[in-house]
Nanobody, 124 residues
Framework: QVQLVESGGGLVQAGDSLRLSCAAS????????MGWFRQAPGKEREFVAA????????KYADSVKGRFTISRDNAENTVYLQMNGLKPEDTAVYYC?????????????????WGRGTQVTVSS
């Protein structure tokens, strides 16, 4: 069983930056692809970014490409989401998720384990 705990959310102004962290425990972290998803009020949860088990492959939603960067530290069992140039439309609860395989996917149904989420609010 993998446990995931997100941190780093908060209230910021448009244009600011935040770095989200997701600490994993249980299992062998380097074997798992990791993803970040988000859910805005009244909307469905959507894919943000994903990273393969080795960290060499990444994928981003078009809406965040060039502004967000996903990375991981397999020695620390942690995945990060660096968010720059934040916009009000980035306001959402951000969730970290883990697959049971090292290959990344964008479909949230491919992810077996989920954190509880961290709130990111961007004011205009």
């Amino acid at each position: 069983q993998v446990q995931l705990v997100e941190s780093g959310g908060g209230l910021v102004q448009a244009g600011d930056s935040l770095r989200l962290s997701c600490a994993a425990s249980g299992g062998t972290f380097r074997n798992y692809a990791m993803g970040w998803f988000r859910q805005a009020p009244g909307k469905e949860r959507e894919f943000v970014a994903a990273i393969g088990g080795s960290g060499s492959s990444t994928k981003y939603a078009d809406s965040v490409k060039g502004r967000f960067t996903i990375s991981r530290d397999n020695a620390e069992n942690t995945v990060y989401l660096q968010m720059n140039g934040l916009k009000p439309e980035d306001t959402a609860v951000y969730y970290c998720a883990s697959r049971s395989s090292w290959t990344l996917r964008v479909d949230q149904t491919e992810y077996a384990y989920w954190g509880r989420g961290t709130q990111v609010t961007v004011s205009s």
